[in-house]
């Protein structure tokens, strides 16, 4: 009875912070500027399907890529189990489902089998990183928090699953010795194997043992579920509404800017009245392109908390290959972690408050952002359909267009194009001479 | 070397004609001495199948895909609204064009801006000549020569063209070679973005050598690509590694120009 009043306590406690941290999450995501990606839908749901659901993107890289599935599918299904779990948590009964006879029999061993498939990827993800040192898990952007938030999350699964299965050993153990409230369910096919560890254990220690790990397995669900949203393992969640909302257009096609085109059509307008006093603006005036987190999209914000460091983008990336300061990775990164900074100042002083602080500098340099040929590498590896250049452009935008900030060569480019129609100084008029000349 | 008919629209307006297509040159293909020879070439195989085409020439201008791409959004909107001022004035329907940055930016970006054409890359418009009949290519000089093709980023991942210019090197009786990194996957040349007109930011090693490099493992007799700027980058590349004796790069309409001996 005390241990139903101290599970449902804990249940509600752990359901209830991490609405709030989901409810933090989706305010911090909608600070960022309006972006209408309502069209589409039937493709965008099967976009959803192939990339998010069926993990297409993923097995690009097979050894990484088939792991993974492994691992999503067994926590997506070993949560059936959790379901058992919870209900039996509540009720104080054991094996709740029990009564569905060979049926409960054949799900928990696919439980079990898929749980040491789950432990196994693990340990050998684990080794990727730790002992064969993969090398985009190992980028400057990766050390401190990413590399602990990777580590744990593997560490984690794996306990999890050890804890499931050892559960079930010392549960047939009490079956075996007849132990009451033990339910004859039978041996399972995986911890049948550790059930003799146990042969010499009195029943007590056995419902010591069992009941620990029990309340360990959930208590660690419980915490893991609330680690999410401090987590690059967020993208579970996230990785659905990320690709549901993915840029559908040709992957060349850079946004036109709609301020921009007001401006520009206003001044191609023969009927415009050049002294017209210009429109009281209505609202913030707003700038061109983004200096900070607020100035990006709300997709492009999402993007940042779905991102998941796998560094795909960064290992593909020609700057970054090169030697080059620009890692796409870190620019989700910077992006999240400022965003995360933004919000957190608003819930302490209020939605208008400003630390004096911006995305651009503060965590992005300008040579970062230079650095980038804009070759769209890293949006095509992004398993989850994360926008990276779409940021760097906005940045760039800032740079050119608030601060007329760029290197010296691209401001002979501009002069160049603007006087004479081409990046390099040659005339208009000499356009056509290709034709006379071998 | 007979004379290039190159017909521009001014020409054709005043006779009162209208081509079937545009020949979009673009700047590199107008100034740069080594795309011009592309320019030139495409204009042979235009010339020779008898194509009713037109050019802008003085009346051409930047499409401003440098200026998007390096941040000046107004630069680039001011240059491709009075570009679309042009071609809609002359009815234009369909473009052809020789650099992929320029397709990029007529094809995707110039329709939000009143801009419509049907623009396609000169890969496809000499694929279409091919498959129609009014084109025929034999390997000739290429017979047997291993060929790799370098995707422009905004050709192939920035408009999913891959096919076209595989189909015209295997017109050629070529060997068609691929590098590790190809089509999707393919490495940048690292002159997009605009880095073509500036240093590249401080790093271990130019993404053109990097990219060079990759070619030559693979031992290919020709680099061929579809881009005035990949051009640049893989040519520079290819003299630095001091390959230029055995190894060269050609665009796909060089190609089949110089198969066709124009």
């Known amino acids: ?438 | 070397m007979s004379e290039l008919k190159v017909p521009t629209m001014a020409e054709l307006m005043a006779s009162g004609q209208q081509p079937d297509v545009l020949f979009w040159v673009g700047c590199a293909g107008s100034f740069d001495d080594r795309a011009k020879k592309i320019t030139r070439a495409f204009v042979k195989i235009l010339n020779h199948v008898g194509v009713n085409f037109a050019v802008l020439g003085t009346e051409e201008s930047c499409t401003g895909d440098p200026a998007k791409r390096a941040g000046n959004e107004f630069l680039f909107q001011m240059q491709a609204m009075g570009n679309i001022q042009v071609l809609n004035a002359y009815e234009i329907k369909k473009i052809v064009t020789t650099c992929p940055h320029c397709f990029n930016t007529l094809k995707n970006e110039y329709p939000e801006l009143g801009g419509n054409y049907e623009v396609i890359h000169h890969s496809e418009l000499i694929q279409q000549l091919i498959n129609d009949g009014k084109l025929t290519v034999e390997g000739g000089v290429f017979k047997g020569k291993k060929i790799t093709f370098h995707d422009p980023c905004y050709l192939g991942r920035g408009n999913n063209i891959y096919e076209a210019p595989r189909e015209l090197i295997e017109k050629l009786d070529a060997e068609l070679v691929e590098m590790k990194r190809c089509k999707s996957k393919g490495l940048c040349c690292g002159a997009g973005g605009a880095q073509m007109f500036k240093e590249a930011e401080k790093g271990n090693k130019e993404v053109n050598i990097e990219r060079t490099e990759e070619a030559l493992e693979i031992e290919p007799d020709i680099i061929a690509t579809g881009c005035p700027f990949c051009m640049t980058m893989m040519t520079d590349g290819v003299k630095l590694k001091e390959k230029e004796q055995d190894v060269k790069v050609f665009d796909l309409a060089e190609l089949i120009a110089k198969a066709n001996d124009l």
Request: hydrophobic share 45%; aromatic share 10%; glycine share 6%.
């Open chain 1, 1 to 438: 009875m005390i241990s139903s009043i101290v599970f449902v306590v804990l249940l509600l406690g752990a359901s209830f912070l991490f609405a709030k941290n989901v409810k933090t999450i989706i305010r911090n995501i909608k600070l960022g500027k309006d972006l209408d990606r309502s069209d589409r839908k039937s493709e965008r749901f099967s976009l959803m399907a192939k990339v998010a659901l069926g993990q297409s993107k993923m097995v690009v890289r097979p050894v990484a890529g088939l792991l993974h599935i492994v691992v999503y599918v067994g926590f997506i299904i070993i949560n059936i189990e959790v379901l058992e779990i919870v209900l039996d948590g509540i009720t104080g009964k054991h094996r709740l489902f029990a009564p569905l006879g060979s049926l409960y029999v054949g799900l928990i061993s696919i439980f079990e089998f898929l749980a040491l498939a789950v432990l196994v990827s693990c340990a050998i993800f684990l080794i990727r990183r730790n002992v064969l040192r993969i090398k985009r898990f190992h980028h400057k952007e990766m050390t401190s928090w990413p590399k602990s938030d990777a580590n744990l999350i593997l560490i984690t699964e794996i306990l999890l699953m050890g804890a499931f299965l050892l559960m079930n050993a010392a549960d047939t153990q009490l079956q075996n010795l007849g132990a009451e409230h033990y339910t004859q369910v039978g041996t399972f096919p995986v911890s049948g194997v550790f059930v003799k560890m146990f042969s010499a254990t009195s029943v007590g220690t056995l419902v010591i043992i069992e009941r620990g790990l029990w309340w360990f397995h959930i208590i660690g669900i419980f915490a893991f579920l609330n680690y999410l949203p401090y987590s690059k393992h967020f993208h579970i969640l996230l990785a659905f509404p990320n690709v549901f909302y993915s840029k559908l257009t040709p992957k060349g096609e850079l946004d036109n800017m709609a301020a921009v085109k007001k401006e520009v059509e206003l001044m191609f307008d023969p009927n415009a009245d050049p002294y017209a006093a210009p429109a009281e603006p209505v609202g913030e005036p707003q700038r061109f392109g983004a200096k900070d987190v607020k100035d990006l999209t709300w997709k492009q914000l999402m993007d940042s908390y779905t991102c998941t460091e796998c560094g795909r983008c960064s290992d593909v990336c020609p700057a970054n290959t090169t030697g080059k300061a620009l890692s796409p990775r870190k620019i989700m990164m910077d992006t999240r972690d400022r965003l995360t900074e933004v919000g957190k100042g608003i819930d302490k002083n209020g939605p208008d408050y400003d630390d004096g602080k911006s995305l651009l500098r503060d965590y992005i340099t300008e040579e970062e952002l230079l650095a980038c040929t804009s070759c769209n590498a890293c949006t095509e590896a992004c398993p989850v359909n994360n926008d990276p250049l779409s940021v760097i452009v906005d940045l760039r935008r800032y740079l050119i267009m608030e601060e007329s900030k760029a290197p010296a060569e691209w401001t002979g480019v501009f002069t160049n194009i603007e006087n004479n129609g081409a990046p390099w100084q040659f005339a208009q008029a000499d356009r056509l001479n290709w034709k006379n000349e071998e």
